[in-house]
């Protein structure tokens, strides 16, 4: 989907990815750009906190009539000319794609301040949708998680100011409450890493479940455990 020129072109390319308005080429693009650009990512996972979360809300709509007309002209199903007017016009289509995203943005925050007025009860495990802020010691805030549980995947963004020696790694850890710590996988210290969770992960991952990131030797650790410092924590928190 094209739309009008903004101030932040790519950032709103993001929220038509999360949206799912864009087309296979333009959704690969920025899934490559996700995995060498710190801005992509957190744009990507800023949109998907905000919007995501909408789809539970949405009921189904039966569309009218001259939509299926339209989309069997499209398929080649018939011949049927094509109707003139506004319902044919790029230009109306794009402005209308800009503006579900606004309508989206301001539902979202309407929502969430919503929600904060009514002082809603402590989520459960299995939130499909959860973002921790994991905090340095001393130094402020430091890795952000987004847990999308639809898609089995966290994306993990690192600080920007993170160092570490060549023969080092940072690995993520899940803890949950009175557990030992169990490895999410090694990630990357310079760009937004994509993490996999198996099933079984994502059934004790709640709001009380502890994130961590710790140093490790290069290649994460050897023994399954953490075994160098934590560099910083955090809980997953509902969206």
């Known amino acids: 989907m094209n739309t009008p020129a903004s101030s932040d072109e790519n950032d709103l390319r993001c929220a038509e990815y999360v949206l799912g ?6 959704r690969r693009e920025i899934e490559r750009a996700m995995q060498h650009d710190a801005g992509t ?3 990507l996972a800023r949109w998907q906190t905000r919007l995501m979360p909408l789809i539970d809300d949405l009921a189904d709509v039966m569309p009218p009539s001259h939509v299926w007309n339209r989309v069997q002209v499209q398929l080649g199903w018939t011949q049927a000319a094509r109707p003139p007017g506004l319902w044919n016009s790029l230009s109306f289509w794009r402005w209308m794609g800009l503006m579900s995203v606004v309508a989206a943005c301001a539902l979202a925050i309407v929502l969430t301040r919503t929600v904060s007025l009514e002082n809603a009860a402590v989520p459960t495990a299995g939130t499909q949708y959860l973002v921790a802020t994991l905090q340095r010691q001393g130094a402020g805030a430091g890795w952000t998680a987004t847990v999308d549980a639809q898609h089995a995947q966290i994306v993990v963004v690192p ?5 570490i020696a060549a023969n080092q790694s940072t690995e993520m850890w899940m ?14 210290t310079q760009r937004p890493t994509i993490l996999h969770v198996a099933e079984a992960q994502l059934q004790i991952l709640g709001p009380q479940t502890t994130l961590a990131v710790s140093l490790e030797p290069h290649g994460g650790s050897p023994t399954g455990q953490p075994t160098g410092p934590v560099l910083a924590a955090g809980h997953a928190e509902k969206i």
């Not at 308005?21 to 333009?26: A, Q, R, S, Y």
């Not at 803890?175 to 990357?188: E, F, Q, T, Y």
């Open 41 to 43: 990512a957190e744009s």
């Open 159 to 163: 600080p920007r100011d993170i160092a």
């Open 175 to 188: 803890i949950p409450p009175g557990a030992k710590p169990i490895s999410l996988g090694v990630i990357d």
């Open 21 to 26: 308005v864009l087309g296979d080429d333009e």
